[in-house]
């Protein structure tokens, strides 16, 4: 066998998965938004426009204003083992952020300037005051950002398994699925090509890293996360979102400023090392940090009870003294 002929099949090897995967995802069904949410019985889903993009977001309740900020690559389903408890102490607010769940998917860079400045317009735009803002992972870490560059719409803040780290102990630990997945991610060609290639498999592997027991993700909410992903445009954003991951550990410089009350929350189980998280709590000034026993990274899901107790006792009717501790 000639060198040509060795070459040409070396090309083939390289060019058909890539082919392949553009077929792939050309024949993907294109999933429609659902008109409710199956969680919450009563709960509206509404569409707000915040510099023309087109955002799903919810509000229910009546209290405290009280902001709910879920993690990259999830939606505000992820809040839906808590919202019915809070919803009878809070309003509580969760939105998509642009380019994940059912909102609209931009064409943007998805760097953490991005989110900060998306979240600042959904307060403003629905003039949401006072606000006791929830987030989890890099909801968490847009919370602590936006407390600190002193938005007056920020009254209080609960940060939970706030993702401010760099990659290494982050989600491409969660599992060897997720390593292999997300790691190339970055590599021109090799990391799109995967993207395309992604499956049901995949999708539930990688969700089931963040919580301490698969058993918390149900079924039908694994089936939504992979059916989003199914979303034209989507996977575009979320390789352009995974280039900026190591700029959000930026944010703890940050911090120091923070004025406002400030709630830590880590799950036992968390990706975070526990160096980090010291780090980070001993940047707030004033903060108070709790650790959730069995916990994961996705705290609303595995730990809601504990959780809920948690926000609800930090809340703006409460005092903010709360001792150190674990739950």
Known sequence: MTTETLALIALACVVAPVLVSYVVEALRRRPTAPARVPWGPGVTIDYANIGGIRVRYLKTGRGPNLVLLHT??????IFGKIIPRLAEQFTVYACDYPGHGWSD??????APEDFYEWTEAFLETLDIKEACVVGVSIG??????????????????IAINPYDYPPAGGIRSSSLVAR???????VPILGATLMRLRNRFVSDTIMAGGVASA??????????????????????GFLRLLSHERRWAE??????QIKVPTLLVYGEQD????????????????VVVRTVGDGGHFLTLDRPAELTNLIVGFGPRTSTAMPVGRV
């Open 215 to 236: 058993d918390a993700l149900s079924p039908q909410l694994r089936a939504e996360f992979y059916e989003v992903g199914e979303r034209r445009g989507h996977y575009q």
């Open 140 to 157: 968490g870490t847009i919370a602590l950002v936006l407390a600190a560059r002193q938005n007056p719409r920020v009254a209080r803040v």
């Open 105 to 110: 998917i931009p064409n943007a860079e998805y």
């Open 180 to 186: 292999l997945i997300l790691g190339p991610a970055g």
């Open 72 to 77: 990259l690559r999830t939606q505000l389903d």
């Open 251 to 256: 944010a703890r410089n940050l911090y120091p």
């Open 271 to 286: 990706w975070a090392p526990v160096a980090q998280r010291e780090r980070t709590g001993g940047l707030i000034p004033g």
